[in-house]
């Protein structure tokens, strides 16, 4: 399974920031749409990523206070990106690896969606349970399950 497959799923709608708007601003977003994330935008192109880890960071080392914050002084300016064509146990490792819980999708230079490990972990169970559900099938006279 392929990153291309959780997005024809999932669909590709994203919401974005500039590095320069208040992350107040950023929070009520993220409240407002419950999203875990927003992708920060730069002249067209993927500049960092701003999720509640991000925030919730920025917050604290501020003592409490978001002030006049802007998104640019929290944001992940480096986000571990994948492609259309990632494999989803590659994708799956990276962000365990990094404890990464979005990911950008680019293909050819372009913001094509966001995936979460949700979408991740969702998609692992319903191919397994996809895969039991036809082997069951397979083996006769299995027991039904109503």
């Known amino acids: 399974m392929k990153v291309s497959d959780i997005l024809r799923v999932k669909g590709s709608t994203l919401y974005t920031v500039g590095p320069l708007d208040l992350l107040a601003d950023a929070v009520l977003v993220m409240a407002e749409k419950d999203i875990g994330s927003l992708v920060v935008i ?4 993927l500049a960092g990523m ?3 880890r991000e925030v919730i960071q920025a917050i ?3 003592k409490g206070v978001m ?8 944001m992940d300016d480096h986000p571990m990106t ?3 064509e990632t494999e989803l ?6 962000m365990l690896e990094r ?3 979005y990911m950008p999708v680019i293909n050819q230079g372009m913001l094509m969606g966001v995936i979460s490990l949700y979408d991740v972990a969702k998609a692992v169970v319903d191919s397994q349970n996809f895969e039991n559900k036809m082997l069951k099938a397979y ?4 027991p039904s399950e109503g």
């Open 60 to 62: 604290s080392q501020n």
């Open 139 to 142: 083996i006769k006279d299995w």
């Open 42 to 45: 730069e002249h067209g192109e």
């Open 99 to 101: 404890h990464a819980r």
């Open 89 to 94: 146990d590659e994708v799956r490792r990276m």
């Open 67 to 74: 002030g006049t914050m802007v998104i640019k002084s929290a």
């Open 82 to 84: 994948c492609t259309l």
């Open 50 to 52: 701003l999720t509640f």
